[in-house]
């Protein structure tokens, strides 16, 4: 297939880009098009003779979209538009890449159908881009806790952040170098969650588009977790010194103004039985990342 995926060099779009063209022998376009340009967009997919679109860019500065809440609005919900609407011009699947932060936090295992309830900005723009992607036709693939390598930035660091993303290659990046890690642990962030491997969620994201799917995914294993099991986790499955790992709350910046969610776990028991996906627990999930990590190639979960 020839697929456009939007944001290709960020963390999830590498880890899509990579399955697409590795696993799959897709060819893949992913040049940076300013999505905020309609007729740039437009033009873009008109022209490019795609099979399907990946929307899985975004506009990921949470100062920038508090301050501005008229691009944040255009890099999110009209951006989708515009992609989901070049899209059905063309008669070619559409799938947007959504977020386990469309819940409020309390509703646990959301599964495909449980209607979200957003309670941040940038919940509530990823809510609306769904909207606007599933009115078109289009497919909606939640991800969720992504871990995993960042392809196109391979040896940054990684921070943990009030969110599950990162959070495993940030306890690892730390303990391999012998510095202490305290897991953030707190009611006033993303605490429950179930945890997802990025090229985990290309493939299911390759599924959906091969398949001309429609409708809601959640890309994630079959367990949810707390940061704590998952630090705990994380330190066997990388046979990593777990006398370095503290526990603490998070420091009050890292979330100062914000509502976060705190228990967004996902079922993807519907998307598996839909897809044919696999469904891997933390512990496969983590492995999965080791081998990843250690040999610069893509594990296959089954
Ligand atoms: N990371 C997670 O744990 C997580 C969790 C849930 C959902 N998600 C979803 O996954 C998707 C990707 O997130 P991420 O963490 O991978 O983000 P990221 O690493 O920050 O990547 C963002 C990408 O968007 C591109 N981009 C930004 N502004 C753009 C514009 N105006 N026009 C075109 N491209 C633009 C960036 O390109 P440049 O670098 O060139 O600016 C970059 O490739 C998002 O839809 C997000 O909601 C991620």
Redo the contacts with the bound molecule.
């Keep these: 297939m020839k697929i456009i995926v ?9 880890n899509i880009v990579k399955v697409l063209e590795d696993h799959h022998g897709d060819e893949v376009v992913s040049t ?5 340009d309609a007729d740039a967009v437009a033009a873009h997919v008109a022209s490019s003779e795609a099979d399907a679109v990946i ?6 500065d949470w100062d920038a979209m508090h301050a501005d809440r008229h691009a944040a609005w255009a ?1 999110y919900v009209e ?1 989708t538009r515009y992609y989901a609407d070049a899209a059905a011009d063309r008669d070619i699947p559409f799938c ?6 469309v819940y409020d936090g309390t509703q646990q295992n959301a599964t495909e159908d449980t209607p979200p309830n957003p309670i941040n900005l ?1 919940g509530f723009l ?1 809510a609306a881009s769904e909207i606007v992607a599933l009115d078109r036709g289009g497919a909606v693939a ?5 871990n995993g390598t ?1 392809w ?1 930035r391979p040896t940054t660091p990684r921070l943990q952040d009030p ?4 959070f495993v290659a940030s306890l690892v990046d730390s303990l391999e170098q012998g510095t202490p890690f305290t897991v953030w642990e707190g009611d006033d962030i993303n605490s429950v969650a179930s945890p997802s491997l990025g090229s985990m969620c290309g493939e299911v994201m390759r599924s959906v588009v091969a398949g001309g799917h429609q409708g809601i995914f959640h890309c994630c294993g079959s367990e949810s977790t707390s940061r704590r099991a998952l630090a705990e986790a994380a330190v066997a499955a990388f046979e990593l010194d777990g006398s370095l790992v503290n526990y603490g709350p998070a420091p009050a910046e890292s979330f100062a103004g914000q509502r976060i969610p705190h228990d967004t776990s996902l079922s993807a028991v519907s998307t598996s039985e839909r897809l044919g996906t696999p469904l891997p627990s933390v512990a496969e999930l983590l492995r999965a990342f080791r081998h990843e990590r250690e040999t610069g190639e893509l594990a296959r979960l089954r």
């Design positions: 939007t944001g290709g060099s960020g963390f999830v779009g590498s940076r098009v300013d999505m905020t929307h899985c860019a975004i506009l990921n890099a951006a947007l890449v959504s977020t386990d932060w940038y990823k939640r991800v969720s806790g992504v960042h196109a969110g599950f993303g990162y």
